[in-house]
């Protein structure tokens, strides 16, 4: 496999993490960066929601715990009411019965007990939420000894008043206990304190004050008992009357509408004018003048009935305020709870909205991611309909896709070209790998062949050079052939003596031209094998050839003559005279031949240096075609992997299915 292969058969490089750390790019949000990057969108929702939904129902939780605290508070305050309303006939019933003589209160006493009857009845109710059941035992002691009749008028009187004194302890009480005293509202909290605590203090003040004098006016006389008791009761009667215009005056200034309904004015007017008859010594003239008992009865009777009435309306009054109050509460609650309820579906609807949207766009985003991941690249991303951060991540999405889809389009088209341009490389790399393989094999055989003919070249130069030397040495022996010659023509009596010499110099000339035969013979050898270069050669081994055949021939002659040279001493001159001639031409043959031996032996020294040079050329040759043809067999190789590339390239590529 070649490194273009290896480097595409290596993974894509993995994920390096971020140059700085999590808390270095979000700081004190790295912890909740790191939460929401460990799960799902709709984990994100649902711990959102929570985080959202848990505070809004501990808020909605004591909301709604305050508000039915206020309104259970309210509708305690509702059944102090119906106790004072229970026990306020009580109290006007003692009131009158303190008041009226022992003979004329049967009736009162039966209108009491049935009065009675019905307080006893809220009591069993109420009394243990209000806290009244000690206070209320202590009034039934009370009453016990009230009914019981005997003795002067005074322990009559003193018994009432406890009487009339525990019960208003019981309606205290009930007013603590029903929270009446923690009234919040001023309008209806001075109705209260008017109605719970004002009014049964003034009328029992008041009604203390009828009895006494009614008693003092009756007797003719006022006892220091009398007096101090009607002096306190009138500093009391005054503190309260004057507290509770007050109070009302506030009430009415808070609610308007109240003033019609109190009507204070009566009740007001009628004290204020029994506590002027007093102040103005009413007590003094009726010790004086009995006869005023009838007027001071008269006033007495006409405050207490319009303090009972405003009793009376005040309670109903009171009781009203806080309904009001509980309603509007009441009100207050199921006005927050539709509030609450419509806010949180809408709320939930607009998040269950936004989950929608945002899930719908992040499963089409990974939907086409997917199908870009598994090559599908028909169908484009749908355009988004709105214009949130997924609609702009689709945007995006879209334009990746356009580009990715162009570019599949042309690296597929690419492809193919390359496909069919690598088949054309491969083939001709091919051919070419073949032919180069062809020509090195036929450069070798050349440059064995070359070697052949180097050797046969270099071996012909030593035989030249062989034969040169034969032939300086024929040269020699033919000059000293001529020299005998010479001696035969100066002294030709020594020729009888000197026939074994000649004989012996005959037989060496036959050797010469032997050799020179033998050496003709391997010339004219060489010269067919050097060719067109060794046809001169072969002329001159043809000459050398007839030559050393005339030499043997000559010296066969030579040797006849040598054996008839004594019949023939005569003619021996002569023919000696001819020899010389003979031996001066063999002579000039002799050189002749050793020049052109020399001139072989240097001519085949330069086809040696050439033939060798040739060697090395074709050797240099060879060399580099094999070297090409392991280049053409690399680039055949490099063709055929570009080819198999390209072919893998084209199933990569037809793995993306595009429109």
Do not use: C
């Amino acid at each position: 496999m070649n490194k273009t292969s290896a480097s595409l058969a290596l993974p894509p490089p993995a994920s390096k993490p971020a140059p700085i750390g999590l808390f270095g790019a979000h700081g004190i949000w790295a912890l909740g960066v790191h939460i929401m990057r460990s799960i799902n969108f709709a984990a994100k929702a649902l711990i959102v929601s929570l985080l959202f939904a848990l505070p809004i129902a501990w808020l909605s939780w004591s909301y709604f715990s305050a508000q039915k605290s206020a309104i259970d508070f309210s509708m305690k305050e509702r059944d102090g009411v119906r106790y004072l309303q229970a026990a306020s006939p009580v109290l006007q019933k003692a009131l009158q019965l303190r008041a009226t003589p022992a003979e004329a209160s049967a009736p009162l006493a039966d209108a009491m007990d049935k009065a009675y009857a019905n307080l006893e009845k809220v009591q069993s109710e109420l009394g243990d939420s209000l806290g009244t059941a000690s206070a209320f035992d202590a009034l039934k002691q009370a009453r016990t000894a009230a009914k019981s009749q005997g003795g002067e008028a005074l322990e009559r009187f003193i018994k009432n008043t406890t009487h009339i004194q525990a019960l208003i302890a019981v309606m205290t009480t009930a007013t603590d206990g029903s929270n009446l005293t923690l009234d919040p509202d001023i309008d209806s909290y001075y109705v209260m304190d008017a109605a719970a605590f004002r009014l049964p203090d003034l009328m029992e003040r008041i009604g203390l004050i009828r009895a006494a004098g009614a008693a003092a006016l009756r007797d003719g006389k006022l006892s220091p008992e009398f007096h101090s008791a009607i002096d306190k009761a009138m500093a009391i009667s005054e503190f309260h009357q004057t507290n509770m215009l007050a109070g009302l005056g506030k009430s009415i200034l808070q609610t308007p509408e109240l003033s019609s309904r109190i009507q204070i004015g009566e009740a007001r007017d009628s004290a204020q004018k029994f506590l002027d008859t007093v102040s103005n010594g009413l007590l003094m003239a009726a010790e004086r003048d009995p006869a005023g008992l009838a007027v001071f009865v008269a006033q007495g009777d006409a405050a207490f009935a319009a303090q009972s009435a405003l009793l009376d309306r005040l309670l109903p009054i009171l009781d009203e305020l806080i309904q009001k109050r509980v309603g509007a509460a009441q009100r207050q609650v199921n006005i927050t709870i539709v509030i609450l309820i419509v806010t949180l579906l809408l709320a939930g609807y607009a998040f269950y909205t936004f989950y929608l949207v945002t899930r719908g766009g992040l499963r089409l985003i990974s939907q086409h991611l997917q199908e870009m991941a598994e090559g599908d690249l028909r169908r484009a991303p749908s355009q988004p309909w709105g214009k949130d951060e997924p609609a702009a991540v689709i945007v995006d999405l879209r334009k990746a896709y356009d580009s990715l889809h162009l570019l599949i389009r042309k690296v597929r088209h690419s492809a193919r070209d390359l496909t069919g341009t690598s088949g054309e490389i491969a083939r001709a790399s091919l051919d070419l790998s073949q032919r180069t393989e062809s020509a090195a094999a036929a450069l070798e055989q050349q440059a064995a062949t070359m070697e052949e003919i180097g050797s046969s070249v270099q071996a012909m130069a030593d035989n030249s050079k062989d034969a040169a030397g034969l032939a300086r040495e024929n040269a020699s022996v033919a000059q000293k052939g001529g020299e005998v010659i010479r001696d035969v023509v100066s002294v030709m009596s020594a020729i009888n003596s000197s026939s074994q010499k000649i004989g012996d110099i005959i037989s060496v000339i036959d050797g010469i031209a032997f050799q020179t035969n033998i050496l003709a013979l391997n010339a004219a050898v060489e010269a067919a094998r050097a060719g067109e270069q060794g046809r001169g050669f072969a002329v001159v081994a043809s000459e050398v050839r007839v030559l050393a055949q005339r030499s043997a021939a000559a010296a066969k002659e030579i040797k006849d003559l040598i054996n008839t040279s004594v019949q023939n001493v005569e003619q021996g001159t002569k023919v000696v005279s001819g020899a010389g001639l003979t031996m001066d031409e063999i002579l000039g043959n002799a050189k002749r031949i050793n020049d052109l031996l020399n001139e072989i032996a240097v001519g085949s020294r330069e086809q040696a240096n050439g033939v060798s040079q040739s060697v090395s050329a074709i050797q240099l040759l060879e060399q580099s075609t094999q070297q090409n043809a392991a280049l053409v067999e690399e680039t055949s190789a490099a063709a055929g992997a570009l080819s198999d590339q390209s072919d893998g390239l084209m199933r990569e590529i037809a793995n993306f299915r595009v429109a």
